[in-house]
């Protein structure tokens, strides 16, 4: 299996978008791996998790083959992570010879939300067989693209049900999280005596401690110790952090100074990893 990071900051970019903070105008110096766009990853080259606005600049930067891809799973509708009015541009008339439908896979609110943007009509006729949205519930394990899909519940906004993901697939497996505090029980438990290949999770708040909504660097060793203790990481797994915030404060060399003695890689935009 292989992950491609096409974008790793929080909502806010970095540099943020609209920032005077010191660690925005270094980035802005920098540039390099301290310019983030928002989250977005690539799984082998076509199952995509998320679709924030900055997809468009992934597509261009790193050729991904965005009109044949078919299926993404979306964490949570944080607009970070989901930017649905551009996906209506996959109506006839934007583009040419589309191939068969997009599937989006989520929560419930993705539903409510697809279907208060496009379940009217002529949207909804117009978008036929192109574009469509799909529930997956907590717990239950879907196909999706030839892959094991769960979701699991992450702690992060309680007015819905964020996802984290594990994804399965020829004996690999891949624990996908961004935006996540400490895990609720249920997932713990669900992943109990699962082995992960790769865990990959949010350090949004970087030197700070959150583990309510976020992880910062303190939460992010901690959760390994946690999945150590019950059997899903060893060695052999390989960590790597992502979703990073300005308000972290700290620059890309700074994380690689304190994690990569931890054994915790550090994603930048455009890192790829094959497990
Ligand atoms: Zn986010
Ligand atoms: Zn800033
Ligand atoms: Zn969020």
């Not at 083959?65 to 607009?79: G, Y």
């Not at 989520?106 to 009217?120: H, I, M, P, S, T």
Request: with cysteine; proline share 3%; net charge negative.
């Amino acid at each position: 299996m292989k992950i491609t990071y096409l974008g790793t900051a929080a909502a806010e970019a970095v540099p943020a978008l609209f920032c005077n903070c010191a660690y925005c105008r270094q980035a802005k110096l920098n540039g390099g791996k301290d310019v983030r766009t928002r989250s977005q990853a690539l799984i082998d080259d076509r199952l995509l998790v998320d679709y924030p606005a900055d997809t468009f600049s992934h597509m261009k930067d790193y050729a991904v083959d965005l009109p044949n891809i078919h299926s993404i799973l979306v964490t949570h509708t944080h607009q970070d992570h989901l930017y649905l009015e551009d996906l209506g541009l996959r109506f006839g008339g934007f583009c040419q010879e589309i191939s068969g439908e997009l599937t989006l896979y989520g929560n419930d609110r993705l539903c409510e939300k697809f279907d208060a943007l496009y379940g009217q009509e002529p949207a909804t006729s117009r978008l036929r067989g192109l574009l469509s949205a799909c529930e997956i519930a907590p717990y239950v394990a879907a196909d999706i693209e030839g892959y094991r899909v769960t979701p699991l519940l992450a702690s992060h906004d309680r007015s819905e049900r964020c996802y984290i993901y594990l994804i399965e697939k020829d004996g690999k497996s891949l624990l996908y999280g961004n935006d996540t505090g400490w895990f609720p029980e249920a997932t713990w438990s669900h992943l109990t005596g699962v082995h992960l290949d790769l865990v990959s999770l949010d350090c949004t708040h970087m030197k700070y401690r959150e583990g309510t909504n976020h992880l910062g660097i303190d939460d992010v060793i901690a959760v390994r110790k946690e999945l150590e203790r019950l059997g899903c990481a060893n060695a052999a797994t390989t960590f790597v952090v992502t979703h990073f915030s300005h308000n972290g404060h700290m620059l890309h060399a700074d994380l690689e100074v304190v994690l990569v003695p931890q054994g915790i890689r550090v994603a930048y935009d455009g890192y790829s990893v094959s497990f």
